[in-house]
């Protein structure tokens, strides 16, 4: 109930007949996290370019959910380390702990799962090696990653650390991963709409050949490679096309003359018209 605690200590109800505190219910509760999913939003939505943006979720987010640090990345441009971290200005990638934290998200993408450390028995199976090194950094730590995904499909990666005595519980994995589920798709929209029309083609051509190199898609690569040898067929396949018809023989009569179709013919030195009589006579001939 961390998040609850961070939204509800002066919103306890008394008992008028006993005077006993009330226990929040979970109706509440959810109230309290719609109403943080709606600062996160309307706090995004304030500005207008994808880096602004991040660091404005970054910030409210450690803010909210009393984090000591937040990092985001979006999986674009093979980008390793986070594009923002709250309460950082810029990011230096050579620096020891941003190689700590790149390292933590990608070891979540890679196992496409969110991540928790110091780890719950649900979660003993996951490798969190990267987790637990980041956690061990400077002073020890808990830490979350959760994965922003659009469509199915994972697009970037969140990364929460709080002090050790405040872990991740339950509830609050499952609200970071609803707020990674609504705001990823926004990121993804203000991260494109910075980018030329080229530029978000390859990126898109990009994505759709990692796809089909991934296991299965089997009907749809079948479709490409059926589509691509008719292409190939058609475009170097030679042949003849013969089409059957009735044909129809009509004679016609036609005069003779010196000049046809544009083009003279050649007399053989018996014509006895004026033309010829004086191309026979001009000097230099032969008559």
């Not at 083009?263 to 006579?281: D, F, I, W």
């Amino acid at each position: 109930m961390a998040i609850y605690k961070l939204r509800t200590q002066g919103n306890k109800t008394t008992d008028g007949a006993s005077g006993s505190v009330k226990a929040p219910t979970a109706s509440h509760a959810l109230q309290a996290h719609d109403s943080i999913i709606i600062e996160l939003i309307a706090a995004c939505l304030e500005h207008p370019t994808f880096l602004a943006v991040s660091h404005a979720l970054v910030n409210e987010l450690a803010r909210q959910l009393d984090c000591e640090r937040v990092s985001l990345k979006l999986n674009r441009n093979g980008q390793r380390v986070p594009q923002a971290i709250s309460s950082s200005a810029g990011i230096n990638p050579d620096a020891g702990i941003i190689n700590l934290i790149a390292d933590a998200m990608h070891e979540a993408l890679d196992q496409k799962t969110s991540i928790v450390f110091p780890a719950s028995h649900n979660d003993e199976l996951l490798i969190h090696s990267a987790h637990e090194r980041l956690a061990s950094s400077l002073s020890p730590k808990s830490v979350c990653t959760v994965l922003l995904t659009q469509n199915h499909e994972i697009i970037g990666a969140l990364t929460l650390e709080r002090r050790h005595h405040h872990p991740f519980d339950n509830e609050t994995v499952s609200f970071c991963q609803r707020v990674a589920l609504l705001v990823g798709p926004l990121l993804l929209l203000k991260y494109e709409e910075e980018h030329w029309l080229l530029e978000r083609a390859w990126g898109g051509l990009r994505q759709w050949w990692q796809r089909l190199s991934k296991q299965g898609h089997y009907t749809e690569k079948s479709l490409y490679g059926l589509g691509i040898i008719l292409t190939l067929f058609l475009a170097f396949a030679d042949g003849t096309h013969r089409v059957s018809g009735d044909a129809l023989l009509e004679g016609s009569v036609r005069s003779a003359d010196h000049r046809r179709a544009g083009r003279r013919l050649h007399c053989r030195g018996t014509c006895t018209c004026r033309r010829c009589r004086q191309e026979r006579a001009a000097p230099g001939r032969p008559g």
